[in-house]
């Protein structure tokens, strides 16, 4: 499998819910990222890790919760959301460290509602 | 705080017509991306451009990158149902700054 993965496609869950997002990278990338892309908003950096090192955490609150533990795997623990945390989040990753500004390679992402 | 705008926000036009979307900011970027965003997926890079006036060709789109470095367009010839996405533009500099991007629908 080549790319960036994401599982799951889709998640349902109540507030009260810990659950997990992953991401994985077949590309040889050191770097990972998770963004968040809400409707009517510019996609909204998260994370950001370089060779497994959290390098940037732009204000997030601690319901979500970073993990990676190699410089392919990326996962979000989510914990104690709320509905406004809805949104489709978004892996990526790209060559080197540069914020990405060689162009990211993106996982299809996972569809979140907090019910 | 740098943004970028983008051009229009919705755009829905007749399969075989042209268009052009717009991607402008105040700010200098060292360099611009275009990505387009279908249903259900994650963005996919198209182009990224570097140099002032740097135009790139990608089968019928064309991307150009302002003389000042502040913004940019894409050209669609004879646009076709497969070119219906979201279009989003991002700009690098110390950091990456993303529009929020133009829907397009090509109707057939």
Known sequence: ?115 | TQLLEQSPQFLSIQEGENLTVYCNSSSVFSSLQWYRQEPGEGPVLLVTVVTGGEVKKLKRLTFQFGDARKDSSLHITAAQPGDTGLYLCAGADDKIIFGKGTRLHILP
Not at chain 1, 33 to 48: D, N
Not at chain 1, 51 to 59: A, I, L, V, W
Not at chain 1, 88 to 97: E, F, N, P, T, V
Request: proline share 5%.
């Open chain 1, 1 to 115: 499998e080549t790319g960036v993965t994401q599982t799951p496609r889709h998640l349902v869950m109540g507030m009260t819910n810990k659950k997990s997002l992953k991401c994985e990278q077949h590309l040889g990338h050191n770097a990972m990222y998770w963004y968040k892309q809400s409707a009517k908003k510019p996609l909204e950096l998260m994370f950001v890790y370089n060779f497994k090192e959290q390098t940037e955490n732009n204000s997030v609150p601690s319901r979500f919760s970073p993990e990676c533990p190699n410089s392919s795997h990326l996962f979000l623990h989510l914990h104690t959301l709320q509905p406004e945390d809805s949104a489709l989040y978004l892996c990526a990753s790209s060559q080197g460290w540069s914020r990405g500004a060689g162009g990211y390679t993106f996982g299809s992402g996972t569809r979140l509602t907090v019910v």
